[in-house]
């Protein structure tokens, strides 16, 4: 299905397709040498992995210890054997209610099934076992379900939730020049109040509203192994943004053995930049000086591994730093209610303001 694209001419995303061709090529003529550090388990074409010989947890039958929780991976196996025998699905929330007692809280059934996955070297929806989706998707796209259900993701007043099965979707469909990905759920409503997904149509934008979730990052992958359109993120100057940002792009240490499935390493850092604060005179009174949790945070991120390959990002982590700030991206209505959608990001896909 094609969509008839509302936006601004066809010379507006010249960068933007220059950019596609350059990921494109890249992709034909595979990774290339990149820095390495097996204890980091991070490889730049992938993001973060398990390493070969990482530290193991035993747990047996007949000890004290972890007997209690040998049982809870047994009784978990068998409602997955169950489930994959008869081709049914369940959340992780389903399988937590069918004995509320026994497995305690939630934590504990989730931590098991991450453990199981782990154990086989299977995605977790390979076990039939699906989360709930948070994320929201608008925009050029169109897909039908597993169960035959057509959805069409055009950009209105209201978004389309992610799909609880990103396996079972099919027929995908868009003309869209970029995806972005945006941090909150807030900043999302107010790009679809401004008819940001219309005014430079054609485009896909989806949230994980903050911390993305397992089908939020799966559907990010898809669009990506399907059509290989340029990404880019929009996040808050701060470092929990940066680290939402970072688990999109490279993954997360707990979900580490399935990276291959879930990171997309070539999307880019388009917004908001510490860089930007000074750029654009946001005044002082809009900005929250960093805590000693966030500089802890900053300080990690800055030792990763991936930020030797990134210089660019190294830069702006240092900037914020020196401020010893950050900004919410809700910082730019200082300038005009609707900078952001008007002129703040047709200005950045226009001319290439990503790093």
């Known amino acids: 299905m094609a969509f008839a694209p509302m936006g601004p001419e066809a010379s507006f995303f010249r960068v933007l397709d220059q950019h596609r061709v350059s990921l494109i090529k890249s992709l034909k003529e595979g990774p290339g040498e990149a820095p390495r550090k097996e204890a980091s388990r991070f490889e730049d074409s992938v993001g973060l992995q398990m390493i070969p010989h990482c530290t193991t947890k035993k747990i047996k039958s007949d000890s004290a210890q972890s007997a209690q929780r040998f049982a809870l991976i047994l009784k978990i196996l068998s409602m997955i054997y169950k489930l994959v025998q008869s081709n049914t699905y369940a959340t992780k929330r389903d399988i937590y209610y069918t004995d509320i007692q026994l497995f305690g809280n939630q934590s504990v059934v989730d931590n098991i099934i991450n453990d199981i996955s782990c154990m086989l070297k299977v995605p977790r929806r390979n076990l039939h076992i699906l989360s709930t989706s948070k994320g929201l998707i608008a925009g050029n796209l169109s897909f039908i379900e597993e169960d035959g259900t057509k959805v069409n ?16 979707i099919r027929n995908l469909a868009t003309d869209a020049k970029f995806l972005l990905i945006v941090e909150k759920d807030a ?29 939020t990052r799966l559907l990010v992958k898809k669009l990506w192994d399907t059509f290989h359109l340029p990404i880019f993120t929009l996040v808050d100057a701060d470092p929990h943004g940066i680290e939402i940002m970072c688990i999109y792009k490279y993954g997360s240490l707990s979900m580490s053995f399935e990276a291959h499935n879930l990171t997309v390493p070539t999307i880019k850092w388009l917004g908001l930049l510490p ?40 830069k702006e982590m240092e900037i914020m730093a020196e401020l010893k700030m950050k900004a919410e991206i809700q910082a730019l209505t200082f300038i005009s209610s609707d900078y952001l959608s008007r002129v703040y990001l047709p200005n950045k896909l226009q001319f290439g303001g990503w790093i």
């Open 153 to 168: 993701c055009t950009c209105g007043s209201t978004a389309v939730a992610v799909p609880s099965n990103i396996q079972g």
């Open 187 to 215: 900043t999302f409503q107010r790009l679809l109040d401004d008819n940001f997904c219309n005014k430079l149509s054609p485009c896909i934008i989806i949230t994980g509203k903050g911390v993305p979730d397992l089908n």
């Open 275 to 314: 860089s930007d604060i000074e750029r654009l005179n946001i005044p002082r009174g809009t900005l929250i000086p960093l805590t000693k949790r966030d500089q802890m945070k900053l300080d990690s991120i800055l030792k990763r591994p991936y930020v030797t390959c990134q210089p660019f990002w190294k």
